[in-house]
Structure formats: C-alpha cells, structure tokens
C-alpha cells in the first residue's frame, strides 16, 4: 500500500462525512410572538421619570460605598461562583471531547532491534513503524446532535453561573440592609429605654409625693423591661447579617464587621428608574438562558437516539513497515483498510422507545421553559408593585412617625403639669416606639424592594468579573 494511503482514507472518510445528514429535529427557539409575552407590565405606568438605573452595577445606583464594596468583593470572591465557574469549565472540556468523536483517531508506534554480531559479522540494526487508524462515519449526524446538544449544555452552564453573580449581588446587599436595619432599631431602642429611664424617674418622685400610685410605676417599668428585652434579639439579627455577608464574600464569619462600623442607616432606594420591558426580561435573565439552553439540549438528543435506528459505517487500518534505517522505516509501508458496517435489526422496540421517551423530555423542557419565562414576569411584575408599594407605605409611616413623636412630647409635657393621667402618657410612648420601630423597617422595605426589582429584571451580572476558575489549569 502507498505511504500516501492514511491521506487518501481521511479523504474518503471527509466525502462521505459531507454527504451524510442529521437526523432528528433542527432546533429553533421560541420566538417573543411565540411565548405571547406582553408589551409592557400591567403595574408600569410606561413612563420614564429621570434617569435610569444601570442594571450591570445597580448597587451603585444607592450612593453607599460600603455596599458597593462587598457586592464588588462578593463577585470576585464568592464560593457558589468558583464552584459555578469550575462547572463552566467542565462543560467546555466535554464539548471538546464530543467535538474530538467527530475526527479520526490515529495512534503510531515504533520499535527498534540491535542484533549484536560476532568476530566475523557487524552489528545489524532494524527499526518498526507502525500506525492504527479508525473512524466511524457520522452518516447520520448522531454524534454532530451530541456534539450540538453538549454545545448547548456548556451555555446553559454559563447561564447558571451569570444566575449565581446576579444572586450573590442581590444576596449580599439584601443582608447589608438587614445589618443596617438591626442598627437603626437598636438605635431606637437604645433612645427609648433613655426617654423611659426619665419617665421612671418622674414616676418615682410623683409616687414619693403620693400623686400616683404603685401601679404607674410598675407598668412604666414593665415598658421599659419589655424595650430592654428587644436588645437581644437585634443584636442577633444584626450578628447574623454580619457573619452571612462575610460567607457571601467568601470569608470566615465576623471577617467582615468592621465594614459595617460605625452604626448608620440603611442607604434610601435610589429615584431614578429601571428599565422594565417584558421582552428585555426574558432576554437578560440567566434562568430563562437556562432553561431555553436546556431545551436545545433535549432537542438535539432526539437525534443522538435518532441515529441508533440507521446503519453505522466504521473504518479502521493498520499500516506497518521494517527497515534496516529509521529513515527508510516507511518506505515500503504495507497495511489494511477494512471498512465494517453494523445496523440494528431486532431490539425489542429498545431503540423506538428510547426516541419516543427523549420526545417526551424534550416537550417538558419546553414546557418548562415557558414555565420559566413566566415566572420571571411575574416576578419582574410583583417586584413593580412592590417597590411602588413600599414607596406608598414609607411616607405613611413617616407622617405617623413625626405625629407620634409631636403627641409623645406633649404627653411629657402634661404628665409633668399634671393634667393627664400616666396611661395617656403610656400610651403615648408605646405608640411612639412601634411608630419609629415601623418606619425604620419600612425604610429597609423600600430598598429591599428596590433589590427584588433589579434581581427580578435579570441585573447584576453584566459587569460581574469571569472567575478563575473557569480558565483555571
């Protein structure tokens, strides 16, 4: 056989390669018409006021250093996304390995003898060369729709990872709000319990000048013990917060404390607004890429089961040569092509069911693909009416606030003249503390609120920085 014969096989194999087909579905993704997503959200007014937010760094837009700094951190840093990033990786190296099936595999080996002569004769030196090679004709495409169907698992796996920057980001300034919440009701607390330190006082020099009796005093110590005994527990939410942000950030609990010092309020949601289209939602959200990836995954392996029902072709050679120099090895290289062909012929119906049941995966990818693509409206839509709610509820709150605070300051006022009895001023206090424990927390509603909202429209992940370990070696 020619030296040339390897070349004239992979030309061969090429030809018959390019006139074979692929069997089973060409996929197309769903189209907007096709999904029936709205034009516009029910709970939007379809009018901008001011300046967007820019969804790729949305904690920007809160003007907090602070929290610009861990959710920045927390990108760089965060376990969830190094183990997300090592699965990106895995996918690629398997779609090359599936990409590699598609070649012809070609081994070589070689061998070289010394034979020692006598007195009489020289030494004889003798080399082998030799080269296996095999290939199985794709004639039917089913190791291309593998091919395809890994090509689509690695993208949904970078979906997966863009789905996890956008949860860390969101995760992080959702805990950052709820350490900044447990500081500004402690903050409160600490200033009712001073304001009730006082009116104990009062209380004890009325009831020593026999103006009011024993019961006043103990129930204004009872008000003072109950707000004493709320300390605890926000000193534990606030421990709390802490020690999760600083797993977000990949760090050990408490690493992250003195980020949070000295105590200050949560930073107000931003006015400007975010861009809230349907169609824009379903494109920028990683678990919609996800699932959509996923489809085209199941689709393609309709073919890959397809394929099992057709004829396989598979060439293999063996070429070999001896010569007495290595560079005359190959000189007069002999061999064999042996071309063999295998095809199902009785199976039970294994192979028909197999392709009737990846029929039906597929048909609940795509079902739950759609499911999907709802979810993430109604989500986008319950988060505009949170935020629209929450706005409402803050400036409610802060209108009952400064009116508690007015009543309770009177109340003092004419506890000391005499001219109400101590449960007005009770009252008045009590009212006071859940008035201002209330706006606090509908602050940190508000911004939450505002979090939820750019989660929900697929932000957060944009500028969000690869991670080592997708390219890791």
């Not at 895995?90 to 390995?97: F, I, Q, W």
């Not at 940190?444 to 957060?460: I, P």
Request: charged fraction near 20%; charge should be neutral.
């Amino acid at each position: 056989m020619s030296r040339y014969a390897p070349i004239s096989l992979a030309a061969s194999c090429s030809a018959v390669l390019l006139a074979g087909c692929a069997v089973g579905p060409d996929y197309r993704s769903p189209t907007i018409a096709q999904l029936n997503i709205p034009e516009r959200f029910a709970a939007s007014t379809g009018q901008s006021a001011g300046a967007e937010v820019d969804l790729a760094l949305w904690w920007r837009a809160f003007d907090d250093p602070t929290l610009s700094e861990l959710v920045d951190r927390g990108l760089r840093a965060n376990l969830d996304i190094d183990e997300a990033g090592s699965r990106v990786r895995k996918a690629r190296a398997d779609l090359r390995s599936a990409r590699g099936a598609l070649l012809p595999s070609l081994d070589v080996s070689g061998s070289a003898t010394r034979e020692v002569g006598d007195t009489t004769s020289a030494s004889r030196a003798s080399f082998q060369t030799g080269f296996d090679a095999s290939y199985e004709v794709d004639l039917f495409g089913g190791r291309r729709r593998s091919a395809e169907a890994y090509r689509a698992t690695a993208e949904g796996t970078e979906a997966s990872l863009r789905s996890a920057q956008l949860t860390v980001a969101s995760e992080i300034a959702l805990n950052y709000f709820d350490a900044r919440e447990a500081q500004a009701r402690l903050r409160i607390a600490q200033d009712t319990l001073t304001a009730l330190d006082d009116t104990v006082e009062i209380v004890s020099w009325r009831l020593q000048a026999g103006l009011v009796s024993a019961l006043d005093l103990e129930e204004a110590r009872q008000l003072q013990a109950q707000t004493a005994a709320t300390v605890p527990t926000l000193q534990s939410n606030y421990g709390k917060a802490a020690n999760r942000l600083a797993v977000l950030l990949g760090a050990a609990p408490g690493s992250v404390t003195a980020l949070l010092e000295p105590a200050r309020d949560a930073p107000a949601a931003p006015k400007a607004q975010a861009s809230a289209i349907p169609a824009d939602v379903v494109r920028r959200r990683p678990d919609v890429a996800l699932a959509e990836r996923t489809l085209a995954a199941e689709t393609a392996r309709i073919g890959v089961e397809k394929a099992q029902l057709y004829p396989a072709l598979t060439l293999s050679g063996a070429f070999s040569d001896t010569g007495g120099t290595l560079g005359k090895a190959t000189d007069d290289l002999a061999g064999a092509l042996v071309a063999g062909i295998t095809a199902p012929i009785f199976h039970g119906g294994q192979i028909h069911a197999q392709v009737e049941a990846q029929r039906a995966t597929t048909a609940a990818a795509l079902a739950s693909y759609r499911s999907t693509v709802l979810t993430a409206l109604e989500e986008a839509e319950n988060a505009l009416v949170g935020v629209s709610t929450a706005d409402r509820r803050e400036r409610a709150l802060a209108a009952a606030e400064s009116a508690a605070q007015s009543a309770a300051e009177i109340a003092r006022v004419r506890y000391r003249s005499g001219l109400i009895d101590f449960q007005s001023l009770l009252e008045s206090e009590r009212t006071l503390l859940s008035s201002r424990d209330s706006l606090a927390s509908a602050r940190v509603a508000r911004s939450t609120s505002a979090v939820q909202l750019y989660k929900a429209l697929g932000g957060g992940w944009q500028a969000a920085p690869q991670p080592p370990s997708v390219s890791a070696r």
